[in-house]
T-cell receptor, first 112, second 113 residues
């Protein structure tokens, strides 16, 4: 059974710092991995999607990497801003079905 | 969030009462999902529709939860009767029917007292 873990559960850093959020999964037979952002009172917004054959994806100040063999993904945020404060969740699609398996998320606070 | 409306946004009920949530995608998508997200956890899939048909409802507590999708567009999720542990945010999402990006609505926050 696939399990997705995100550590730490919460992170607080000063504005301007570069930071890394971690996601690990137990079953490497994934179809793809996605990073989502969740703001309070709002739904989830997809940030980056990495197919299983890819190593990384970039969008603006965000870079997500994928290492299937080790069961890890990282989300790198460059030059953090207070507007980046949110909960970041990773989720994997398995080869066997189209259901998303979710981590519990990392709550990120960027201090001005 | 764009493209999926949900109502109501907030609901407070007492245990054993009934409640219904609505999901209204702005544009037609083959696949529609209902998720339950308990505070501090990731979303849990309750039911997945492909057009009008149910693809996966293995984690739906069928003794109290029911869902339907009307004409392959709008959907409702009902809880009858509600329990304290049903307190959560209920998220509706749409997708293209393949393992691709899903688009989420803002959710309905349910509090059961």
């Amino acid at each position: 059974k696939q399990e997705v873990t995100q550590i730490p559960a919460a992170l607080s850093v000063p504005e301007g710092e570069n930071l890394v959020l971690n996601c690990s999964f137990t079953d490497s037979a994934i179809y793809n991995l996605q990073w989502f952002r969740q703001d309070p009172g709002k739904g989830l917004t997809s940030l980056l999607l990495i197919q299983s054959s890819q190593r990384e994806q970039t969008s603006g100040r965000l870079n997500a990497s994928l290492d299937k063999s080790s069961g890890r993904s990282t989300l790198y945020i460059a030059a953090s801003q207070p507007g980046d404060s949110a909960t970041y969740l990773c989720a994997v699609h398995m080869d066997s079905n189209y259901q998303l398996i979710w981590g519990a998320g990392t709550k990120l606070i960027i201090k001005p | 969030e764009a493209g999926v409306a949900q109502s109501p946004r907030y609901k407070i009920i007492e245990k054993r009462q009934s409640v219904a949530f609505w999901c209204n995608p702005i544009s037609g998508h083959a696949t529609l999902y209902w998720y339950q997200q308990i505070l501090g956890q990731g979303p849990k899939l309750l039911i997945q529709f492909q057009n009008n048909g149910v693809v996966d409802d293995s984690q739906l507590p069928k003794d109290r939860f029911s869902a339907e999708r009307l004409k392959g567009v709008d959907s409702t999720l009902k809880i009858q009767p509600a329990k304290l542990e049903d307190s959560a945010v209920y998220l509706c999402a749409i997708g293209g029917g393949v393992p691709d990006t899903q688009y989420f609505g803002p959710g309905t926050r349910l509090t059961v007292l």
